[in-house]
C-alpha cells in the first residue's frame, strides 16, 4: 500500500526511498491527495537518486503518482523542506494530509 506508506511518512516528518520511473528517488513526501483527473499523487521534495535529465545539486520539487512509486520504504534521513516557491502545490487539488 504506498498511499498509506506515504501518507503515514508525512505525518511522522520522515523521508522515503522508492523506484519511480526507472529511477531510485530519495525524497520528502509532503502533501499526498488526488489530482485534478482523481489520481492520488504526492507532491515531494527529492533530494537524491535519480531524475530524467539529473537532479540539480540542491534538489528539486516533483509530483509522483503513488501508484508508480515501487519498493517504497522509509528511510533515516533528516526531513528536508526545499525552497518554497518552487513548490507544485497547484497539482494535488484534494489535499489528504500536508506538511
Not at 18 to 44: H, M, N, Q, S, W
Not at 55 to 71: K, P, R, T
Amino acid at each position: 500500500m504506498p498511499y498509506q506508506l506515504v501518507r503515514q511518512a508525512i505525518l511522522d516528518r520522515r523521508c522515503a526511498s522508492a523506484l519511480y520511473e526507472d529511477y531510485v528517488r530519495v525524497f520528502c513526501p509532503r502533501t499526498i491527495g488526488k489530482d485534478k483527473d482523481g489520481a492520488d499523487v504526492v507532491e515531494a521534495f527529492q533530494y537524491g537518486g535519480g531524475h530524467p535529465g539529473g537532479l540539480s545539486s540542491g534538489g528539486e520539487w516533483c509530483c509522483f503518482d503513488v501508484n508508480g512509486l515501487d519498493w517504497i520504504s522509509v528511510n533515516g534521513d533528516a526531513w528536508r523542506v526545499g525552497a518554497e516557491k518552487q513548490r507544485h502545490s497547484d497539482r494535488v487539488v484534494d489535499v489528504d494530509v500536508s506538511s
